[in-house]
């Protein structure tokens, strides 16, 4: 009979067909355990990665056998080395499991933590012995491939010498990430910028997330202030935040090696450092503070560029945020035009088709979006013989319209200084215009509805029956009823809300019904 699972006292078996008893766990995740085991023939001891079961899915078995296919093909000083591997075909009683090199010392993640709690920061020399070694091991690693997932748990330290392990989730350099589940690639702390875009794999995506380590090992803490201990908050943070105590960092291993890190967490792939080699040549110059008076002028130098540098990041991520504010906004917007808007004129259009025998269907189509700036959206409804019916949308960003006012006269200005721009959300009964609509027929004949913000985010719609104003009609030509102010004319609307105006309009919360009976005026 199968044995599913192996614990403590289980024994395995090697290619030769030595014998290794399991005494005692090291560690455990959702792939299975490591055990510390001891070969019976010698006493030797070594580490083993079991499955809990026999493959339970294609994920896991695919995860397992790259793992030893790959690691097979790495070797190095600073590399755990795989003794063996069982796919669970050599020996069908057992489970599949990985027979490997013994870390006496735990993972660097125990370590870190340990000094953390200890207040015992690393100094600058173990600081830099420590980085050439993880270097060096991943020099031997992205000969072969880019492993994807570093962090300090995936580096195990044997006899005093770091060395990195788990190649489950490796790729080939170049090849791309296809997709984000985060299961199949990574830990949300490490996860370079480009990754979140599943972009193709590449050396530098593990040249930031070492950067991340090294941050780690120098100041004892994450390079990020996150929110949130979420996958949206991680992603803005490598996307689009900043490294924090940039100036520690340059107190604690020196301006040169300071650089260095912060050139592996560049968030533009260009920027980054392109290769270990270039990483190890920087590690391997001298310390500035041992070449003289030049050194010193060459530090104070560094030092300034890494604070232009530290101020240019700052800009860059107020930049970043300001754009993902605005593309949240849009979106949101956009989300309730089409889900209420669009979705009645859907649900008419399928209605119809229904109905109606032949090939002469009803089409709803987007006919513009502008996907750069994301404030301009736009649908086309053709009613074949009847009409086309178009439903424009605009995001109305807060702050972002202007208007020439008189200079105040509250100051004692008079009108002959001229005039100044004003800076306003437009809105209605004080509460900001979110989004405008204008629905429109190929005669001209339309109405327009508005997003106004609510408590709750998400806003109300509002619908907008528009006319001629009476009082003015004789001192210009009315316009056909009903009517919709064009896109660009929202001030002008609120004008006949507000006061007198050429035009006026009768403002109701939205309904269905109101819709249906707008909308029967367009058609009839």
């Not at 010698?42 to 026999?54: I, M, N, Q």
């Not at 880019?146 to 044997?158: A, Q, S, T």
């Not at 513009?368 to 053709?382: A, G, I, P």
Request: aromatic letters at 10%; proline letters at 3%; glycine letters at 6%.
């Amino acid at each position: 009979m199968k044995i599913l699972i192996i614990t403590i006292g289980s024994k395995v078996k090697d290619g030769e067909g030595n014998i290794y008893t399991l005494t005692e766990e090291l560690g455990h995740g959702g792939f299975g355990c490591v055990y510390k085991a001891v070969r019976d023939t010698d006493k030797s001891v070594y580490a083993v990665k079991a499955l809990l079961y026999s493959f339970g899915d294609e994920a896991t078995a695919a995860s397992f056998k790259n793992e030893v296919k790959l690691s097979s093909e790495i070797s190095g000083e600073h590399v755990i080395h795989y003794f063996y591997a069982h796919d669970g075909d050599e020996y069908p009683e057992l489970p599949p499991y990985i027979i490997m090199e013994y870390a006496d010392g735990g993972t660097l993640a125990d370590q870190i933590e340990m000094r953390k709690k200890t207040n015992n920061p690393y100094s600058k020399e173990e600081l830099r012995n420590l980085f050439f070694q993880l270097v060096d091991g991943m020099k031997s690693i992205n000969k072969k491939l880019v492993h994807r997932d570093i962090k300090p748990e995936n580096i195990l330290i044997c006899n005093g010498i770091y060395k990195i392990t788990d190649f489950g989730l490796a790729k080939v350099a170049s090849e791309s990430t296809r997709t984000m589940s985060f299961k199949g690639y990574g830990t949300l702390q490490y996860i370079a910028p480009e990754a979140w875009k599943s972009e193709k794999n590449t050396i530098q995506m593990d040249i930031y997330s070492m950067g991340i380590v090294f941050y780690e090992l120098a100041l004892l803490d994450y390079p990020y202030d996150i929110a949130s201990n979420d996958v949206e908050a991680y992603r803005n943070a490598h996307m689009f935040s900043r490294i924090k105590r940039t100036n520690e960092l340059k107190n604690i291993l020196g301006a040169d090696v300071a650089s260095i890190i912060l050139a592996m967490l560049e968030k533009p792939i260009q920027k980054r450092i392109k290769s270990w080699e270039e990483i190890e040549g920087q590690l391997g110059n001298p310390p500035l503070e041992v070449v003289g008076d030049l050194g010193n002028i060459v530090s104070l130098a560094i030092g300034k560029k890494l604070e232009t540098d530290a101020r240019k990041q700052q800009q860059i991520e107020e930049e970043n945020h300001k754009r993902r504010e605005k593309e949240d906004y849009c979106n949101l917007v956009r989300n309730q035009f089409e889900s209420v808007i669009v979705d009645f004129f859907e649900r008419f259009a399928d209605e119809y088709n229904i109905h109606l025998a032949g090939n002469d269907k009803c089409r709803l189509v987007s006919k513009m979006r502008d996907y750069e700036f994301m404030e301009l959206f736009s649908y086309q409804l053709t009613i074949p013989a009847v009409t086309n019916i178009e439903m424009k949308c605009k995001v109305i960003m807060p702050n972002s319209s202007t208007r020439v006012v008189d200079v105040d006269r509250a100051f004692g200005f008079s009108d002959m200084l001229g005039k100044r721009k004003v800076v306003y959300t437009p809105q209605y009964k004080n509460k900001n215009i979110m989004g405008w609509v204008e629905i429109e027929n190929t005669k001209g004949l339309g109405f327009n509805l508005m997003l106004v913000q609510t408590e709750d985010m998400y806003g109300d719609w509002y619908v907008l029956r528009n006319k001629n104003n009476l009082i003015y009609m004789t001192q210009y030509k009315p316009k056909q009823e009903p009517f919709a102010f064009k896109i660009n004319e929202l001030d002008e609307a609120l004008k006949g809300i507000s006061a007198s105006s050429l035009y006026s309009s009768d403002v109701e919360l939205f309904d269905e019904q109101k819709l249906v009976a707008l909308v029967t005026q367009l058609i009839s």
